[in-house]
């Protein structure tokens, strides 16, 4: 079936739709290559460019489910808008997760911020001039547990601040999030060295503590950039 080159998007490079030269009112959506009707490719408040609606909330629904709080356009680098997203995700249990890590990555900017330590919590609590008193309580139904303005652990009273040693084994198994400094554990199964934090939804390499795009795993080097080689190959340990 012939198609036609539409045009250029103007301000996002090279891109363009495309119609079906036999039913000009269709046009291809430039992901799953499908002839659609105009009104089934949604607009963007951070670009030009245009996929439908079903292409977009696939690829919002994988983005979310991956903890990515900024989400670029398909075709471009341009930062999807938040009311863009809340309005292409139609499943209320993946805005309200979406909304959730907007908070989150607001509050891991804020110097106030702890995180409870408490297992399956995170909630977080908002302290000033807490140095004095450092006593903190989580405030979340049914949690309570009181911690450590300092040191973010569960709270000591017989004395000072005193990190728990870790073994050898636990050391490589624990490691500090780049963006919120949470201790993130990985099993050494031979699993994907791509993490995600669950306190503030960092997408970070495991060997080079950085955080990392789309294709961060895909440059053809060699190593990490932990290791002197520029880049992160990513492989599984």
Not at 45 to 51: G, I, N, V
Not at 88 to 102: G, S, V
Not at 171 to 178: G, L, N, R, T
Not at 196 to 208: A, I, R, Y
């Amino acid at each position: 079936m012939p198609w036609a080159h539409e045009g250029q998007v103007a301000g996002c490079g090279p891109a363009w739709s495309l119609t079906n030269a036999a039913d000009p009112s269709l046009v291809e959506c430039p992901l799953c290559l499908l002839p659609q009707p105009p009104e089934a490719f949604p607009t963007l408040a951070s670009c030009a460019h245009r996929s439908c609606q079903a292409c977009l909330e696939q690829y919002l629904r994988i983005a979310v489910s991956e903890s990515r709080v900024q989400v670029a356009c398909p075709h471009c680098p341009a930062a999807l808008q938040p009311a863009d997203v809340h309005r292409l995700l139609a499943e209320p249990a993946l805005r309200d997760k979406y909304e959730e890590f907007l908070l989150r990555r607001l509050l891991v900017a804020d110097p106030g911020t702890r995180w409870c330590p408490a297992p399956d919590c995170s909630y977080a609590v908002i302290a000033y001039g807490c140095a004095e008193c450092p006593r903190l309580t989580c405030g979340r139904e049914g949690c309570g547990t009181e911690f450590c303005y300092h040191c973010r652990q569960p709270w000591h009273p017989d004395g000072p601040c005193a990190p728990a040693p870790l073994t050898s084994i636990e050391a490589e198994d624990i490691k500090v999030c780049p963006r919120c400094s949470a201790f993130i554990m990985k099993i050494n199964d031979g699993s994907c060295n791509r993490m995600n934090c669950t306190v503030c939804g960092c997408l970070f390499c495991w060997l080079c503590l950085q955080e990392i795009s789309d294709v961060h795993f895909l440059r053809s080097v060699q190593g990490c950039g932990a290791l002197g080689a520029v880049g992160c190959a990513g492989g599984l340990v």
